[in-house]
């Protein structure tokens, strides 16, 4: 779609509550405004599919709008999972991998974007063990957070060994 955002009626529909329109016409642009606003956040391409059809979006409208989303780059499933790992910096892999799964990222995409921003889980658990040891917080309690955030038991225990040791060292 080569007229996607550069076109001044398409642009305005972002603030467009109801078309000016009649009929056929008035349905589609109607959808188009639904659309932008859906996209005004980032979100994935399942997240966008179930909105409109809760909306009452006729499939083949969706159909049409998913695809010229697509192409105008307002829905992109890859650049979506980068952003959500480069952001939960304090999550471990599996929590990463199960949470864009449950908004419909294939797990080829988390993968790679996982790939992309140099995700360390060992690294990541690490720098919080070693602040919320500098807390007083108990090892155990370290280790259950750890967990809940997504980190391999492994992981979790050699990070708070880490930070013990990093601990000892500074007293």
Do not use: H
Request: proline share 4%.
């Amino acid at each position: 779609m080569e007229r996607c955002l550069s076109s001044p009626r398409l642009r305005n529909m972002r603030t467009t509550s109801r078309p000016k329109e009649s009929g056929k016409k008035a349905d589609e642009t109607n959808w188009t405004a639904v659309f932008f606003r859906l996209t005004s956040v980032p979100r994935t391409e399942k997240e966008i599919r179930r909105r409109i059809a809760e909306r009452g979006c006729p499939p083949q409208t969706s159909e049409q709008l998913i695809a010229q989303g697509q192409a105008c780059g307002l829905i992109d499933d890859d650049f979506y999972a980068r952003a959500f790992v480069q952001a939960k910096q304090d999550w471990g892999r599996r929590r990463l991998f199960d949470e864009l799964a449950s908004r419909g990222v294939r797990r080829e995409t988390v993968a790679n974007a996982m790939e992309q921003e140099g995700v360390d889980d060992r690294a990541r658990a690490c720098a919080l063990a070693v602040n919320w040891l500098g807390r007083n917080l108990s090892p155990e309690k370290v280790f259950g957070r750890l967990i809940r955030r997504g980190f391999s038991g492994t992981d979790a225990k050699g990070a708070i060994c880490a930070a013990l040791r990093e601990k000892n060292e500074e007293e």
